[in-house]
Every structure is written in structure tokens, then in C-alpha cells.
């Protein structure tokens, strides 16, 4: 069973809760494992996720989005979800989740056209004689 956390990681802990509703499954093992292996570094890296997520910059249903969008580009599921519920919980409605969605779609789409035809350019090129 592990101690307690600094008052500081509790916070950060805190904070996964405040965004989601819930300690996720993941960031919870971490927090467990981390805060009693290597303190240090759970922090260092929960200072890097506050400096992105809370800019101030980008308000919070906006950053939610953009990271549903991200993880579901990189096919992270379950850290697309709970990026989704997120968002709703920031005040994002359904046709903006959607339409993050479409370009994470489009995006992955596009990536295989434009890289893929770069590609065949560049090997016709060296075919040609280096045109």
C-alpha cells in the first residue's frame, strides 16, 4: 500500500479528478507507482501537463478538444474518451466533438495521400535520373 503524497501531488492528483470527474485508471497507477518510487519525476512531468493544459492560453473546453482530436489521430482510445468526456464536462457540444473527429479523419486520411505521394514523386525522381 503506498503513502501518502506531498500536499503538492495531491493537488496535481486533484486535478485529474477536476478535469474528468474521476481518477483515470492510468494517471491513477501512476500517481501510485511514481509518487513512491520517484517522487521527483511525478512531479517534474505533472508540472510539464499543468504548463500545457492550463496555459491560459487556450481555455479549457478548446484544449479538450484538441487533445480528443490528438490522441484519436494517434489511436489512443481510451485516452480519446476520456479526453471526449472532458470536453463535454468543459461545455463542448456534440457537433464540435464531431467536427474534431472529421479532422482527425481527414488528417489521417490526407497524411497517407501526401506522404505516400511524396514518396513515389521522389522515387520516380531517382528513376528519371534525378529530376
Keep these: 500500500m503506498s503513502k501518502k503524497l506531498p500536499d503538492d501531488l495531491e493537488k496535481f492528483r486533484d486535478s485529474y479528478v477536476e478535469m474528468f470527474g474521476t481518477l483515470p485508471?492510468?494517471?491513477?497507477?501512476?500517481?501510485?507507482?511514481?509518487?513512491?518510487v520517484n517522487p521527483e519525476f511525478l512531479r517534474v512531468s505533472e508540472q510539464l501537463r499543468k504548463g500545457a493544459?492550463?496555459?491560459g492560453v487556450i481555455d479549457m473546453k478548446t484544449t479538450q478538444l484538441i487533445l480528443f482530436g490528438?490522441?484519436?489521430?494517434?489511436?489512443?482510445?481510451?485516452?480519446?474518451?476520456?479526453?471526449a468526456a472532458a470536453a463535454r464536462k468543459?461545455?463542448?457540444s456534440w457537433e464540435e466533438?464531431?467536427?474534431?473527429?472529421?479532422?482527425?479523419?481527414?488528417?489521417?486520411?490526407?497524411?497517407a495521400a501526401?506522404?505516400?505521394?511524396a514518396l513515389l514523386k521522389t522515387l520516380r525522381d531517382k528513376e528519371q535520373g534525378g529530376k
Design 25 to 36: 485508471p492510468l494517471p491513477a497507477a501512476r500517481f501510485e507507482f511514481s509518487g513512491e
Design 53 to 55: 493544459f492550463y496555459s
Design 70 to 83: 490528438m490522441l484519436l489521430a494517434e489511436h489512443n482510445t481510451v485516452g480519446a474518451q476520456a479526453h
Design 90 to 92: 468543459a461545455g463542448a
Design 97 to 111: 466533438l464531431h467536427t474534431v473527429m472529421q479532422l482527425a479523419a481527414a488528417t489521417g486520411a490526407l497524411w
Design 114 to 117: 501526401n506522404n505516400g505521394g
